[in-house]
Every structure is written in C-alpha cells, then in structure tokens.
C-alpha cells in the first residue's frame, strides 16, 4: 500500500497562476482532508469530503476548490494563486467518518507563490 | 529548508533522557486526542491516541496522560533515541465533528547524541 499520495512535492507559481494539487489515497478511505500548514501554526483544515461527491468547508476554504469524483483521489484546485498561499499543503484521509479515528498523512506539497 | 519548525517552542535532551512534551487544548468538549510526529520534509505520523474517558495511554516506550480538569495532554518518550528528533504536536477532536480535528503548533524535540 502506498497510503496517501500528493503531487507535485514541490511548485513555484507567479501570482494569478491556477493549478491543481493531487492526493491519492488506496485504502479505501471514506473521509479525505486538505490542510495547510505555516510556520508557528497548527494545521488548518481547508476543505474536507465524508464520501464520493460529497464536500464541505473547513476553516480557511477561500481561494480554494475541490471535488470527489472517486473515493481514491481528493484534488485541491488554486484558481488564482495569490503569495498569502505559500504554504505547505498536507492531504489526510481516514477510514470512517464515524467514531474516532487518526487520519493518515501524506508527505506534502511545498508551494511558493512569486 | 523546511520552514516547519520555526518559532517553535524547542525541547533539548539528552539521548537515553525521558522526554516530556506538553499540549493545551482549548475546548472541554472535546473527547478524542492524538500525538503526531513530523520529522522535517515529511507528514505527520500518528503515534498515539486517548478517547477522554481515560486518563492514561501507553505505547511503545510513548505514554499520553490527559487531565480534563485543566486540559492539559502530556506525551512522555522514554529512553529518548535520535531518531526521535522531531517536532511533536496534539490533535483534538472536538466533539460530534467526528473527524474535524484542530492542531496545535507543536514543539521541536532536539534529541543530543
């Protein structure tokens, strides 16, 4: 199993730039995430989706989208970068939506907007 | 480098040293918490989890007290291992958002050979 992926690691964008940031799960997890993460803070839930076709907001969802057509992938679109999203991006899934359970990770996406 | 550690709250041990590492959660409705590990460049890895009808966890050389009276949640590492070096951060769950979870900052374990 490779867990959870995210692509690309790395990508510098100038300001106004769209691009999409993939996530890949194989388990089979019902419940997908996208966080950011920036120096001295916790982690912020941007978006999250509880199944197929199903999504909602999550703390700091402006200047983002995303959509789940398949349980496998979770894609995070930036429509217009601006520099405020320089961050580092975490996908996170987890079995169930239900009871409590930890989500697993994937190893990030750093992204620089100029 | 990897910008995730800076102006964290920095932990130095000595290697074979228990560790100690604190977090202060902020909702008394939540009942369900974790211990990420995040080694530099990668995700976080769970290590260790408490529902809050206990007060104490073990794992492998990990154990996470909770004290709901002040909300406080300590991870204790023993025998603390380079490896170990890392920046360690709580999640807590707050409540009937089963899977919404809020995380604290972290702090920076230095682990000295």
């Known amino acids: 199993n490779a867990g959870v992926t995210q692509t690309p690691k790395f990508q510098v964008l100038k300001t106004g730039q769209s691009m999409t940031l993939q996530c890949a799960q194989d388990?089979?997890?019902?419940?997908m995430s996208w966080y950011r993460q920036d120096p001295g803070m916790g982690l912020r839930l941007i978006h999250y989706?509880?199944?197929?076709?199903?999504?909602d907001q999550g703390e700091v969802p402006n200047g983002y989208n995303v959509s789940r057509s398949t349980t496998e992938d979770f894609p995070l679109r930036l429509l217009s970068a601006a520099p405020s999203q320089t961050s580092v991006y975490f996908c996170a899934s987890s079995y169930s939506i239900w009871g409590h359970q930890p989500q697993h990770f994937g190893d990030g996406t750093r992204l620089s907007i100029l | 480098g990897e910008s995730v550690g800076l102006h964290l709250p920095t932990l130095s041990v000595q290697e074979g040293d228990n560790s100690i590492i604190n977090c202060a959660y902020s909702?008394?409705?939540?009942?369900?918490f974790i211990w990420y590990k995040q080694e530099s460049g990668k995700g976080p890895q769970f290590i260790i989890d408490?529902?809050?009808?206990?007060d104490k966890r073990q794992g492998q050389r990990v154990t996470v007290l909770l004290n709901k009276t002040v909300k406080h949640l300590s991870l204790q590492i023993a025998a603390t291992q380079p490896g170990d070096s890392a920046v360690y951060f709580c999640a807590e769950n707050k409540g009937n958002n089963f899977n919404k979870f809020y995380f604290g900052s972290g702090t920076k374990l230095n682990v000295k050979p």
């Open positions: 388990m089979n997890h019902e419940y």
């Open positions: 909702n008394s409705a939540s009942d369900y």
């Open positions: 408490i529902r809050s009808n206990m």
């Open positions: 989706s509880v199944g197929a076709g199903i999504t």
